[in-house]
C-alpha cells in the first residue's frame, strides 16, 4: 500500500476516534444535568407516575451504557430526538395532526439551518482565502515597506478584536451610514441566488476580517522563510523578475503550511460563526444552538454540539491530511 | 449603482496616473534605477495610498472644519477614527520617548527598541489596569445605583454624560465598572488556567510515563472540541445547577473557561519542559537529589519564563474574548454587575441611529471597542516579545 494512503487511513481512524470519545464527553455532561429529561419536560409539578412513565418511554430507567448506546445508534442514523421547545407545544395542541407527521424533529429543525450556516462559511472562503494569500504575497513581495507594516497591523488588530466589535462596526459604516447592504439577514428557502448572496456579505465580510489575517500572515512568513535558500537565490540571479520569483519558485514550497493554515481557519470560522449569526440575526446553526442553550433545549444542544465537533474534527483531519499530502517527501518516500 | 461606477473611474484615472507618476519619476531624477526599474504594480500602489490619504485629509478638513454641526454629522465616526489614530500615535511616541529617559538602564534600553505599536499597547494596558483597580473611585456613580431618570441620551443631562440605560443606571459608571469585571474575572480565569495546564505540564514534563500519556490524551479529547461551543455546553448545564444564583453562574463560568483553556496551557507548558528536562543541569540537579518541587519552580520554571509569558497574554485576549463573547450571548457574567459584553448586546439597537445622533449610536461601540482596544493592544505587546525572544529581524 502506498505509503501516503496508509497515513490518510490512519488518520481518519483516529478522527473517528476521537469523534466516539468526543460523543462520550458530551454525553456525560448532559447526563451531569441536575434532575432528568423527564423532570425536565414535564416541569416541577408533575406526578411522580407521570415522571415514571416518561421515564419508562425515554428509556431513562436503563444503565448509563446502555443509554450512551441507544443515543450514539440514534445519532448515527440521524434520529436526532424532539426537542423540548417542539414537544411542548406538541403536546399543548394535542398531537399535530395536521401535519401528520408529529411534532417536528431536530433534524427537521437543523437541516435547513446547517445549510444556511454552510453557505456563509463558502461565501467567507471564497472571499478570504484568495484575499488572504493575495495580501500575503504582497506584503512578501514588498518586505519591510509601508504597505507591509500597515497590512500587519491591520491584520493584528482585526483578529484580535471581537466579532461583534468588527460586525457593528461594519453594520455602522455598510448598512447604516452609506446604507449598500441589508444589516439583518433574514434569509427564506426560496429567496434568489443573488437576493441571498446580498444578505450574506455582510456576516461573511465580519467573518473574513477575522480569519484573513492569520492565513495571510502564515503566507508572508512561510514566503519569507524559503527566500534565504539557494534556489530562490539562483532565480534571482537568472534575472527572474521578484513577483515570478515568489509566485513560480517559492509559493509551491510554502503550499504545505498555508494549506494547513487554511484548512485550521476554515475550522475557526465554525465557533466564529456563532456570535456573528446573533449579530446579524442570520438564521443558521449557530443562532439556533445559542437559543437553545438559552432556554436549556437538551436535545438540540448535544445535536448542535455534535455537529460543530464533527465539522471542526473533519476540518482539522483535512488540515493534516492536506500537508501531508502536499509534502513531496512524503508523497516520493524512498 | 452610481457608488460602484464612481469606484470604477477612480481606479481607472488613478491607472493612468500612476503611468504618469512612472513617467515623470524617470525623466526628473535623470533615469535613476529606482524609477527606472519600478514595476507598474509598484507606481500603481503609491498612486493608490497617495489617493487614499489626499481622500482622508480632503474629508476630515471639510467634515471638522468646513461643515456645520448637523452636516457633519454622518462624519462623526470618520473624524473620531482619524482624530484617535493621531492622538495614540502622539500619546505612544510620548509614551516611548518618556520611557527612554526615565528609569533603569535596562527598561530604558527596552525602550530604545521598541516600535510604537508595543509602546502604544504598553501605555493602555496601564490605563486598564489603573481603571480596574480604581474603579470605585473614578466612577461618578455605583454600578448598581438607579436614577429616576431612566433612557436619558447621551450628552442631554450635564450629570449622566452618556446618559442612563433602560432603568436608569449611569451608562459612564457601568463603562468604568465593566473594567474592572470583565477585565478582572478575565485576569482570575487566566491565572487559573496557568495554576491548572501549567502545574500540570511540567508535572507531566518531568515524571513521564502513564501520567504524561493520561493527561495528554485527554486534553487530546477536550482540545478537539471548539471551544466557545464546548464552553456554551457546559455552560447550558452549569446554569441548571447554578439555578436563579447569578453569581454562581458567574463562579462556574471561570472555572469551565480555566479549565477549557488551560488544555492548550498544558501543550505549551509541556512542550516547553520537555525541551528543558533533558538539559544536563536538570540531569546535576536530580544527581544532587533535588526534590520534585525544586526542580520545577527552581530549574524549569526560570527556563520557560519567555514563552509562558507570551502565552500568557495571548491567553489572557481568548479568556478575554470566550468570557466577552459569551456575556454578548447572554450566558456570561450575569446582571447586576456591569460588563462590556452585556452592554453590547443590549445597547446594540442604538446603531440606527447613527445619521441623527451619533453619540447614542457610539455607546454600544464604546463598551465593544473598550473590549478590541485592550486585546488589540495586548497583541501588539506579544507580537513585539515573540519578535524579540525569536531573534526575528523581518
Known amino acids: ?334 | 449603482m452610481s457608488g460602484l461606477m464612481w469606484i470604477v473611474a477612480a481606479l481607472v484615472v488613478i491607472a493612468a496616473l500612476s503611468w504618469v507618476f512612472r513617467f515623470a519619476g524617470q525623466a526628473v531624477t535623470g533615469n535613476r534605477p529606482y524609477f527606472r526599474d519600478m514595476s507598474y504594480g509598484v507606481a500603481f500602489g503609491f498612486v493608490l495610498g497617495a489617493a487614499i490619504l489626499i481622500w482622508v485629509v480632503y474629508t476630515f478638513i471639510k467634515a471638522r472644519f468646513i461643515l456645520d454641526e448637523t452636516a457633519a454629522a454622518p462624519y462623526f465616526f470618520f473624524i473620531f477614527a482619524v482624530e484617535g489614530l493621531i492622538v495614540a500615535g502622539i500619546a505612544a511616541w510620548l509614551f516611548r520617548a518618556a520611557g527612554r529617559l526615565v528609569g533603569t538602564g535596562g527598561t530604558r534600553k527596552l525602550f530604545r527598541s521598541m516600535p510604537l505599536t508595543a509602546s502604544f499597547g504598553i501605555l493602555v494596558i496601564i490605563i486598564y489596569a489603573i481603571l480596574s483597580i480604581f474603579a470605585q473611585v473614578i466612577a461618578p456613580y455605583g454600578q448598581e445605583e438607579v436614577f429616576a431618570a431612566a433612557n436619558t441620551l447621551p450628552g442631554t443631562d450635564p450629570m449622566h454624560p452618556l446618559g442612563t440605560d433602560n432603568i436608569g443606571r449611569d451608562l459612564l459608571s457601568r463603562l468604568i465598572y465593566g473594567a474592572q469585571n470583565t477585565v478582572g474575572i478575565a485576569f482570575v480565569t487566566t491565572c487559573l488556567a496557568f495554576l491548572l495546564g501549567g502545574s500540570l505540564g511540567f508535572l507531566a514534563a518531568t515524571l513521564g510515563g502513564w501520567l504524561d500519556q493520561l493527561v495528554s490524551r485527554a486534553v487530546d479529547v477536550l482540545m478537539a472540541i471548539p471551544s466557545l461551543i464546548f464552553a456554551l455546553l457546559l455552560m447550558t448545564i452549569a446554569s441548571a445547577w447554578a439555578g436563579n444564583q447569578g453569581w454562581l453562574l458567574t463562579v462556574y463560568m471561570i472555572v469551565i473557561i480555566a479549565v477549557i483553556d488551560s488544555t492548550r496551557v498544558f501543550r505549551l507548558a509541556r512542550a516547553v519542559g520537555i525541551n528543558i528536562v533533558v538539559m544536563d543541569y536538570i540531569e546535576a540537579a536530580k544527581l544532587r537529589g533535588e526534590g520534585l518541587g525544586y526542580l520545577i519552580f527552581r530549574e524549569i520554571l526560570p527556563n520557560a519564563y519567555a514563552p509562558l509569558l507570551a502565552e500568557f497574554g495571548l491567553r489572557f485576549c481568548f479568556v478575554f474574548l470566550t468570557i466577552a463573547s459569551l456575556s454578548f450571548l447572554g450566558v456570561g457574567i450575569q446582571p447586576p454587575l456591569a460588563d462590556w459584553g452585556t452592554m453590547v448586546r443590549d445597547l446594540a439597537q442604538f446603531i440606527n441611529f447613527a445619521a441623527f445622533s451619533p453619540l447614542t449610536a457610539a455607546l454600544p461601540l464604546m463598551a465593544a471597542g473598550a473590549i478590541a482596544l485592550l486585546t488589540v493592544s495586548v497583541n501588539f505587546v506579544v507580537d513585539w516579545m515573540l519578535q524579540k525572544s525569536s531573534g526575528l529581524k523581518e
Open chain 1, 1 to 334: 500500500m502506498h505509503p501516503v494512503l496508509k497515513i490518510v487511513i490512519q488518520r481518519l481512524f483516529l478522527g473517528l476516534l476521537t469523534l466516539l470519545v468526543v460523543s462520550i464527553v458530551i454525553f456525560i455532561a448532559v447526563n451531569s444535568l441536575p434532575g432528568d429529561f423527564a423532570q425536565a419536560i414535564l416541569g416541577q409539578s408533575a406526578t411522580p407516575e407521570a415522571v415514571a412513565a416518561i421515564r419508562k418511554d425515554l428509556g431513562l430507567d436503563q444503565p448509563a451504557i446502555t443509554r450512551y448506546f441507544t443515543w450514539l445508534g440514534d445519532m448515527v442514523t440521524g434520529n436526532l430526538g424532539i426537542s423540548f421547545a417542539q414537544a411542548n407545544f406538541a403536546s399543548f395542541v394535542g398531537t399535530s395532526a395536521e401535519s401528520g407527521s408529529g411534532p417536528v424533529t431536530v433534524l427537521q429543525q437543523i437541516a435547513p439551518r446547517f445549510q444556511n450556516t454552510m453557505f456563509l462559511a463558502g461565501v467567507t472562503a471564497v472571499i478570504a482565502v484568495p484575499l488572504s494569500l493575495l495580501l500575503g504575497i504582497l506584503a512578501a513581495l514588498f518586505r519591510n515597506s509601508v504597505f507591509d507594516k500597515v497590512a500587519n497591523v491591520g491584520a493584528l488588530s482585526a483578529v484580535s478584536s471581537p466579532e461583534f466589535f468588527l460586525a457593528y462596526v461594519l453594520i455602522l459604516f455598510l448598512a447604516v451610514l452609506n446604507p449598500v447592504l441589508p444589516s439583518l439577514s433574514n434569509i427564506y428557502s426560496d429567496m434568489g441566488f443573488g437576493e441571498r448572496l446580498l444578505r450574506t456579505l455582510l456576516p461573511a465580510l465580519t467573518l473574513t476580517l477575522m480569519v484573513t489575517a492569520q492565513m495571510m500572515r502564515m503566507t508572508r512568513a512561510a514566503i519569507i522563510n524559503l527566500l534565504a535558500s539557494p534556489y530562490i537565490e539562483m532565480a534571482r540571479l537568472k534575472g527572474l523578475s521578484p513577483m515570478r520569483v515568489i509566485v513560480k519558485h517559492a509559493l509551491p514550497n510554502a503550499l504545505a503550511p498555508i494549506i494547513n493554515v487554511i484548512a485550521l481557519n476554515l475550522a475557526y470560522l465554525i465557533t466564529g460563526v456563532v456570535v456573528v449569526e446573533v449579530v446579524f440575526v442570520y438564521p443558521g446553526i449557530g443562532q439556533l444552538f445559542v437559543d437553545s442553550v438559552k432556554i436549556r433545549d437538551i436535545p438540540v444542544v448535544q445535536a448542535c454540539c455534535l455537529i460543530f465537533a464533527g465539522a471542526y474534527i473533519l476540518l482539522n483531519l483535512m488540515a493534516d491530511v492536506l500537508s501531508i499530502i502536499s509534502n513531496p517527501r512524503l508523497r516520493h518516500p524512498k
